[in-house]
């Protein structure tokens, strides 16, 4: 590999794309393997036994992730969220996140299903870890069962939150989709749950991420019902969003207890302050979730490409980036093939 004597010899300005949005946040996807079969995400019938996941040589490793988040940052990236799959099941994550946490200006940060959090907590603070988004779609046993589809019970969700919130992991971040019929009656009492917990509860919308989870629009409870929901048993007031781009419309309740969230992408689309990219499992960047394809870039990085080489690929796709699916959805792209959401993370 080349590498160059001088990261600042790379391109120092952050492009912007079409329609003038920069870039500053990249997600990061360690692998599409994981121990849940949510089935919005990863369904049984799809995701089953003879399923082939990416062998262990198609994924980037550690060093190629720090070599490429370190180009990204020469563009204006100051946000890296870890995802997956389930990121904790890539082994010895906590080695990648010392490497990206040497960097201090870096914002890091890891969305997990909690399923290995209790275990791996301490680790992860350890290595610099700053914060953890966990995923948890119901209270309700039988339900959030029902969902995962592997019976894994809240209560191991619920111990992996409190050990991230005991390590310093926090404050955690919650977040629930909702699909109608099947946890939308669990919408309040996850609010009751963690209202004054000092974590924050984010409510999303059923998306059409993908092509296995069977989207429908009628299946999407739109933030506007929910910050009804809410408001009707526990009064919430809107709030101004932390930074430009941030997806999650802030709400906190009137009696001061703390905040909860919602993410709009089929109601309220945020497209036109979109600054995420993505980088998957196997070392593609996809510039949106709901993209068709993306752009190898593993194969620049094993060929022996230059940072500068591949910066400039990097800026190009951003510069060129259209990007805008939220606002034009319909039924007939609903259809489209896109890139699943275990590869990209969420």
């Given at each position: 590999?080349?590498?160059?004597?001088?990261?600042?010899?790379?391109?120092?300005?952050?492009?912007?794309?079409?329609?003038?949005?920069?870039?500053?946040?990249?997600?990061?996807?360690?692998?599409?393997?994981?121990?849940?079969?949510?089935?919005?995400?990863?369904?049984?019938?799809?995701?089953?036994?003879?399923?082939?996941?990416?062998?262990?040589?198609?994924?980037?490793?550690?060093?190629?992730?720090?070599?490429?988040?370190?180009?990204?940052?020469?563009?204006?990236?100051?946000?890296?969220?870890?995802?997956?799959?389930?990121?904790?099941?890539?082994?010895?994550?906590?080695?990648?996140?010392?490497?990206?946490?040497?960097?201090?200006?870096?914002?890091?940060?890891?969305?997990?299903?909690?399923?290995?959090?209790?275990?791996?907590?301490?680790?992860?603070?350890?290595?610099?870890?700053?914060?953890?988004?966990?995923?948890?779609?119901?209270?309700?046993?039988?339900?959030?069962?029902?969902?995962?589809?592997?019976?894994?019970?809240?209560?191991?969700?619920?111990?992996?939150?409190?050990?991230?919130?005991?390590?310093?992991?926090?404050?955690?971040?919650?977040?629930?989709?909702?699909?109608?019929?099947?946890?939308?009656?669990?919408?309040?009492?996850?609010?009751?749950?963690?209202?004054?917990?000092?974590?924050?509860?984010?409510?999303?919308?059923?998306?059409?991420?993908?092509?296995?989870?069977?989207?429908?629009?009628?299946?999407?409870?739109?933030?506007?019902?929910?910050?009804?929901?809410?408001?009707?048993?526990?009064?919430?007031?809107?709030?101004?969003?932390?930074?430009?781009?941030?997806?999650?419309?802030?709400?906190?309740?009137?009696?001061?207890?703390?905040?909860?969230?919602?993410?709009?992408?089929?109601?309220?689309?945020?497209?036109?302050?979109?600054?995420?990219?993505r980088l998957s499992a196997e070392g593609s960047i996809?510039?949106?979730?709901?993209?068709?394809?993306?752009?190898?870039?593993?194969?620049?990085?094993?060929?022996?490409?230059?940072?500068?080489?591949?910066?400039?690929?990097?800026?190009?796709?951003?510069?060129?980036?259209?990007?805008?699916?939220?606002?034009?959805?319909?039924?007939?792209?609903?259809?489209?093939?896109?890139?699943?959401?275990?590869?990209?993370?969420?």
């Open positions: 590999m080349v590498f160059p004597t001088d990261i600042s010899a790379m391109q120092a300005a952050t492009p912007a794309d079409t329609r003038g949005r920069q870039l500053r946040d990249l997600r990061i996807s360690v692998t599409d393997r994981c121990n849940f079969r949510c089935t919005y995400c990863m369904p049984k019938e799809i995701y089953g036994r003879d399923f082939q996941f990416l062998e262990r040589s198609q994924l980037l490793s550690f060093d190629e992730i720090h070599r490429l988040v370190t180009i990204f940052k020469s563009h204006g990236i100051e946000k890296v969220r870890i995802t997956g799959g389930e990121p904790l099941v890539r082994r010895q994550l906590e080695r990648l996140i010392a490497m990206l946490a040497s960097d201090p200006d870096l914002d890091l940060t890891l969305t997990t299903n909690a399923s290995l959090l209790r275990q791996k907590a301490q680790l992860l603070k350890d290595a610099g870890l700053r914060r953890v988004t966990v995923s948890l779609d119901s209270m309700n046993d039988e339900v959030f069962r029902a969902m995962n589809d592997v019976d894994f019970p809240v209560s191991k969700v619920l111990d992996g939150i409190e050990a991230a919130d005991k390590v310093g992991l926090n404050p955690v971040k919650i977040n629930m989709v909702v699909k109608r019929g099947v946890n939308d009656d669990s919408v309040v009492e996850m609010a009751r749950y963690f209202k004054g917990s000092g974590h924050i509860l984010r409510f999303i919308e059923f998306m059409d991420v993908g092509n296995t989870n069977g989207w429908k629009m009628e299946n999407v409870v739109s933030s506007r019902d929910l910050v009804e929901r809410i408001n009707t048993v526990f009064p919430i007031e809107p709030i101004k969003p932390n930074y430009v781009g941030e997806v999650a419309e802030r709400w906190r309740y009137v009696d001061g207890s703390g905040e909860v969230g919602f993410i709009s992408s089929v109601t309220q689309a945020f497209c036109r302050d979109c600054t995420r990219t996809y510039t949106c979730l709901f993209a068709t394809e993306g752009t190898d870039l593993r194969s620049l990085l094993r060929s022996g490409a230059s940072d500068e080489k591949i910066s400039d690929v990097i800026g190009n796709i951003w510069r060129a980036r259209t990007d805008n699916y939220s606002e034009t959805r319909t039924a007939e792209t609903a259809k489209l093939r896109k890139v699943e959401m275990s590869y990209i993370g969420g």
